[in-house]
């Protein structure tokens, strides 16, 4: 009696270990997994979502930040009164700066609602402040060369800050946060011109009035009232070519590496 006793409790610490067999899975079960799934992912949608909010936020800022300190240095340092802005610098470190202001607060409403409140307006204005700071750091870069007999003071904390600094936070910044709006056609590439286009028209408009003297002309190509005019249309020429090129290939990335915070999610 006692060895059927040990029998029958061994079995049953068997049977206990033993998986049973519960059938074929339902429909339901499927449905129960497949919504545990699709509740992951959108936890880690959100999840994501959040992190390229704060790191696009925490840029902007900086931005702001780096952008208001160098232009209030330049105005201090030169003591060249109002004609600090004559240079597309100093000019479109403020419209950025002014962007990037804009931008905090959008971020800071995008992340509570993890929602994009972006339009085809602010996605172009965003892309002209690039093509300028592109634009700018080109510039900058090219006049540093051996060919050129002098070099501007590029490791002063202003410049540094508003022609390399800046305009690779501000690239990087559209590139990698701004929602696309689809592939660009020509015209629509033309926008990303409009703030270098424009800075162009009111200097010139300034220097053939003389309210900005010829000896404060900011940059040689816009001497409008000396140079050849061949001169001048191979000089516009090339930069309009240069910043067309820049709105064209910063549309293009901004297409294809905007989604880089998603690949954890396949």
């Known amino acids: 009696m006692s060895d059927s006793k040990n029998i029958h409790q061994a079995g049953g610490k068997h049977l206990a270990k ?7 899975k339902t429909g339901n079960d ?14 880690n949608f959100d999840r994501q979502y959040r992190i390229k909010k704060i790191a696009n936020f925490v840029v902007s800022l900086i931005i702001v930040v780096l952008g208001v300190s160098s232009v209030i240095f330049i ?7 109002w004609l600090t802005f004559r ?4 000019d479109g470190t403020l419209f950025t700066t002014v962007l990037s202001v804009f931008f905090v607060v959008i971020d800071i409403i995008d992340f509570i609602h993890l929602t994009e409140h972006s339009t085809s307006f602010i996605y172009f204005a965003r892309l002209a402040a690039a093509v300028a700071e592109g634009l700018i750091m080109i510039v900058v870069l090219i006049s540093q060369l051996p060919i050129f007999s002098e070099h501007m003071h590029i490791f002063r904390y202003d410049m540094f800050n508003m022609h390399i600094l800046i305009p690779v ?24 011109t409009w703030y270098v286009s424009l800075y162009a028209a009111i200097v010139i408009t300034l220097i053939l009035t003389g309210v900005i ?22 000089y516009f020429g090339l930069i309009f070519a240069i910043a067309i090129t820049l709105s064209h290939c910063l549309s293009y990335l901004n297409r294809k590496l905007s ?8």
């Open 18 to 24: 033993t998986k049973v067999y519960e059938g074929p």
């Open 30 to 43: 499927s449905v129960e997994i497949m919504e545990d799934k699709l509740l992951d992912a959108e936890q």
């Open 75 to 81: 105005f201090i340092h030169d003591s060249d009164g």
């Open 87 to 90: 240079w597309l610098t100093v």
């Open 169 to 192: 936070l501000m690239i990087a910044s559209f590139v990698l946060n701004d929602p696309p709006i689809g592939k660009l056609r020509f015209l629509q590439k033309l926008k990303g």
């Open 213 to 234: 003297p010829t000896e404060q002309i900011p940059y040689f190509f816009l001497d409008v009232t000396h140079l050849p005019l061949i001169d001048l249309i191979t």
């Open 259 to 266: 989604w880089l915070w998603l690949r954890d999610l396949a």
